[in-house]
Structure formats: structure tokens, C-alpha cells
């Protein structure tokens, strides 16, 4: 039962994101397979170096590069989202994989989950 | 300082309804100041911003997204305070 974990919630602005990063965590870790797809505005939340404690937020760069060894299968970003914000490898966290999302790639997973 | 009529901040992403209303109802003499998920629009490349724009920097730090001085004036706390009160009138999208 694979589940793909929709991010398309801007980071920071309120907790829906990160309710959706804590889902995803959670199935990780009671051992189902689960991806996450950032697009439209979550892409926002791959970009390197982000300072969050400016805001008193915790940043989220760190899970996600250690989102593997927790068990999600893998991170994809949309690439026009990516290009529509001026994100590419150099800019974004590594361990990303770009993803054209109209090609199928939700087709390949029995759950698909958005919280927006 | 030049004075300024309107201040209009905007903590709502680009595709948010409130920020397109806000946006058309920018007059010359206002000022926007973006906060929040409003800073993303300045990596937006779908966007061009004009105008007197102001955006606040703790957001766009938490954002890692770079202050562009040409399109908006990265300003703290303090200043953002100190613009509300410059303004005749503000407005919170």
C-alpha cells in the first residue's frame, strides 16, 4: 500500500505543511512506504539554508535530508514549480528528485494524500 | 522619507485570492509591504512587482529566499513599525 504524501502548502505561514511532513513521518515509521511530492508553493520548502529561527520556527531541512533513514522512499519536486520559483539542484537540499507530476507519477501509488 | 498615502501589507502567498486584490489596488503614492508567505513573490518569476515595495527580512531569512534591493527593501521589525506609522492609512490583506 504505497502512499504519496502531497506538500503543496507554502512553508511557514501556517502548520499545514508541517502537519503533512509529520503524517509522512509517521507511516514512514510504521514501516509503510510513503513519498512525498512537493509542488506549487511547497516547493518553497526545499531551498537550502533556511534560517527559520528568525520566525522562532524550527527549520525542516534537517528532517527532510535525513528522510530516507526514516523510511520514506523518496522526495520528489515538481519541475515547473521548481522553475516558477527559481529552484534547481544548487539551490534546493540535496536527496531531491525532480518529477514532472503530469506524467503519471501519482498513478504508481494507492494513497495520495493532500491536506491544502 | 516621502510620505505615503496607503500601506498594504500582504502576508498571503502569490496565488492567494486576497494577493491579486491587493495587488490591483496599489495607487502610486502607497507602499507594499510583504511578510510572511507574501515574501515568496519575490521568486515568483511568474510575478513583477512595482512600486514602492518593502518586505520583512526574519521571513525572507526563514525562507532562505535573498534579499533583491532592486524589487523590495528587506526591513526588520522595528522598521516595519516605524512605516505603519509614516503611512496615513493601512491596510492588512
Redesign the interface.
Known sequence: MKTLVIMNQAPYGDWSGREALDMAFSLAAFDQPVALLFTGDGVNWLRREQEAAAISQKAVDRNLAAATIFGVTALYADQQSCHRFGLDQHTMIAGITLADTNAGLLGEYDHVISLS | MASIRTLHIL?K???HPAFKSCLSSLENQDALLLT??GV?AL????LTLEGCVYAL???L?????PGDASVAQAIDYDEMVALTARAQRVISW
Open positions: 502576508n502567498r502569490p496565488g510572511e508567505n515568496l521568486v515568483d518569476k511568474g527580512s526574519p521571513d531569512k526563514a525562507r532562505a529566499i
